[in-house]
């Protein structure tokens, strides 16, 4: 397990977590550095990250945890993940695939059904699983309360 420790990010690291995002593959819309938490080691290389998103006034999004490839299976995402639940309120949304979906259950996140999405969710989950059925997979969008 590396050592590392958790600060919040600063402008200087934008480009950072951009390049993280892209080299993980996940959704790189709406990276604001302000809202985004980092992982770093001793020497204050970036070894994952994750933000609190904002959809609209009472809509937030726990997103963008990533960790790099050659530090991740580290526990570096369960502390980032840890820590924006502490910091997040209630209710809590974030998406995923679905075969994380028991992942994020281990922090009380539920999947929930279309009826129950804000709107933001409903409309890019409908967006999404379209296109997934291709891929032979689908999105889940979970809950935590």
Known sequence: MVDFTLRPAT???????KDLIHRVGINPMDLD???FVLAVDGSGKMLGCGQLKPHG???IELASIAVEPSHQHQGIARVIIEYLVAQGPRPLY???RSRLGSFYEKWGFHAIESAEMPAYFRRLSRLV??????MNDK????KLM
């Open 94 to 96: 974030l998406t995923c």
């Open 139 to 142: 999105m889940l969008v979970m």
């Open 129 to 134: 699983n379209a296109m997934a059925a291709f």
């Open 33 to 35: 550095w302000r809202r």
């Open 11 to 17: 402008e200087a690291d934008s480009s950072s977590i």
């Open 57 to 59: 006034k009472d809509v």
